[in-house]
């Protein structure tokens, strides 16, 4: 890939402690919070004009789409379902490049998860094998991995617009036509949008940790997400995870492990060694930062 690659040049994306700790102060990207909870001035006893004001911003959010022509806000409405999501809402700062490359490339690459169609993979990506990466974040660890494997497709799905407008802007500017980024919950994506045995792999790269006990169930890697993607997942297809986080690892060991349509790659049952072809990601930057070990876990669909 010509252009360089360092996460920590780039501009910030959700920490997992943020994310664990839902301690963004930008307003919700969706909605959601103020539409399902009363907001936190009600209690706080803000005044009432304040609150106008703030209903009214979070009304504006809502209808008025942030980028003409670029994804959409929540667009398959994922916040109505009563299902806990994975990810927090939020409205994060967008710099003028990242806009630049979502008003301009969007078109071409970016698709909503909208819940509304069957995609036909082969087609978005001219025949070549399809793989599916969740939680891309800012997006170095994929535009590498697409540079470095032209020959697959790498439908890169994330919520965080700053980080949609990243990759797109790093696809354009080192010529990668082997990736597209859509906007969106995975969960919405995979269920309604992708047909039975039509993904050649999946990758799930240092998802939201969620440290605390009371924010376990919203971890990505449980039973019920595997019985989902073992239906998407081509027979012998790979799930790739990665975390620096040691308890989500054995948990994910523990549901891979456990699940019948799901085998793992190495003999002794155990993490995989990093595979040499995926990238340091910036989370895994951060988490070695701090000392933690990584682990990989490599397990082929039945
Ligand atoms: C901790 S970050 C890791 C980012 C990147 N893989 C890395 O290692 O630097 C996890 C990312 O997953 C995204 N995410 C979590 N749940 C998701 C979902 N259901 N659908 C789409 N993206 C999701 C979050 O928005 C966040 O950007």
Redesign the pocket.
């Known amino acids: 890939m010509s252009e360089s690659l360092n996460?920590s040049a780039s501009p910030s994306?959700?920490?997992?402690g943020e994310?664990a700790a839902g301690t963004s102060s930008a307003a919700a990207e969706t909605g959601t919070v103020s539409s399902v909870h009363a907001p936190a001035s009600a209690a706080a006893g803000i005044p009432d004009d304040l609150r106008a004001a703030s209903f009214e911003r979070q009304r504006r959010l809502r209808q008025e789409p942030r980028f003409p022509g670029g994804p959409a806000i929540d667009p398959a409405g994922s916040h109505h379902e009563r299902r806990i999501?994975?990810?927090?809402p939020r409205r994060s700062r967008v710099t003028p490049g990242q806009e630049d490359a979502l008003l301009r490339l969007w078109p071409k690459w970016g698709l909503d998860?909208d819940g509304q169609r069957v995609l036909d993979l082969p087609e978005l990506f001219d025949g070549l094998p399809a793989v599916l990466?969740?939680?891309?974040?800012?997006g170095?660890?994929?535009a590498q991995m697409a540079a470095d494997d032209p020959g697959t497709g790498i439908l890169a799905?994330?919520?965080?617009t700053p980080?949609q407008g990243n990759l797109l802007g790093l696809a354009d500017r080192n010529g990668l036509s082997n990736i597209r980024v859509a906007n969106?919950?995975?969960?919405i994506?995979l269920r309604e949008m992708l047909k039975p045995d039509s993904l050649d792999g999946l990758r799930?790269?240092?998802?939201?940790?969620w440290p605390k006990k009371r924010h376990h169930k919203r971890r990505?890697i449980q039973p019920e997400f595997l019985d989902l993607v073992a239906q998407r997942l081509k027979p012998g297809a790979v799930i790739h995870c990665?975390t620096d986080w040691e308890p989500y690892a054995e948990q994910m060991l523990e549901v891979l492990t456990a699940h019948p349509l799901f085998e793992n790659t190495l003999a002794d049952g155990g993490y995989a060694p990093r595979p040499a072809f995926r990238p340091l990601?910036?989370?895994?930057?951060?988490g070695l930062d701090k000392g933690h070990v990584v682990h990989d876990l490599l397990f082929a669909r039945r």
């Open positions: 996460p994306a959700p920490t997992p994310a999501r994975s990810f927090q998860i990466e969740i939680g891309f974040g800012m170095e660890a994929t799905v994330d919520v965080h980080g969106g919950d995975a969960i994506l799930v790269y240092f998802p939201d940790p990505l990665a990601t910036r989370f895994e930057g951060q």
